[in-house]
């Protein structure tokens, strides 16, 4: 279920830059063509001994374990508590576990999700929830994919109701419509005074990044429906060889 606990810094959307304690939860049932966890998914359970060392042992008790484990993760400069994965909300009976016992511990928790599931949400103090865009997928259908829209809105919507500082991140690519990445910034707008982090991808594998000018572009149309609350939040963890 778990497969890291770590300690970094965070590398992307709204709160990019804080220090985080990191618990990844494995799998997900998208398949985005930039996703990164499918290698991580086959390795066996691992946790950083000391913070901040980036070097991860192997630790077969880490669901037995979980909060002694932050514990010794945390920091003086600790911001939060992130369930990250794959897709956290995949084991949302445990997750609830765990975020209360650590809330009652003081600790601020964050859900990364990519939103498909707005029934199995609960309050998180943050949350990031995906938003897919169409060429995020190979052979998607046009019914699935508006299908996948409404429930990431859906489940953005619940979270901001609940009082969570939820955000919405978006992963923009080569060949992206800025005209689609407006209406999302229109749709979260309805919802409310909500940030909208656009993500150039990171390139991998024959993935080309995006023109500086398109994601340029992209921020103002947004900036239309949002003003300021729009941000571009490449992944500084990749750039700075953090885990
Ligand atoms: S939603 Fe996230 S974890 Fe799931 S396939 Fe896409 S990028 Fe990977």
Known sequence: MISEVFSSVMGEGKYIGRRYI???????????????ESVKESMPPRVERIPGSGILEEYPYIERDLVEIVNRLR??????????GGEP???HERVR???EELRDLGYRTHLES???YPEKLFFFHYASIDIKLPEHFKDLDERKYRRIYKLELRSIKK???????????????????????EGVARDIGDIG???LCIQPV????????????????????????LGDRVMCTPQIHKYLGLL
Do not use: Q, W
């Not at 939860?25 to 990164?36: E, I, K, S, T």
């Open 97 to 99: 576990e765990y975020s």
């Open 89 to 91: 909300l995949l084991h």
């Open 75 to 84: 920091t003086p400069d600790l911001f939060a508590v992130s369930f990250t």
């Open 159 to 181: 979270l901001y109701r609940m009082g969570s500082e939820v955000y919405a991140k978006v992963v923009v690519m080569e060949e992206s419509d800025p005209e689609v990445v």
């Open 22 to 36: 990191f618990i990844r939860f494995r799998g997900c049932p998208l398949n985005c063509v930039y996703c990164d």
């Open 114 to 116: 990519n939103g498909i």
């Open 202 to 225: 990171t390139p991998i594998k024959d993935i080309k990044p995006v023109p500086r000018g398109k994601l340029l572009k992209m921020m103002e149309l947004c900036g239309k429906h």
């Open 193 to 195: 005074d909500i940030t």
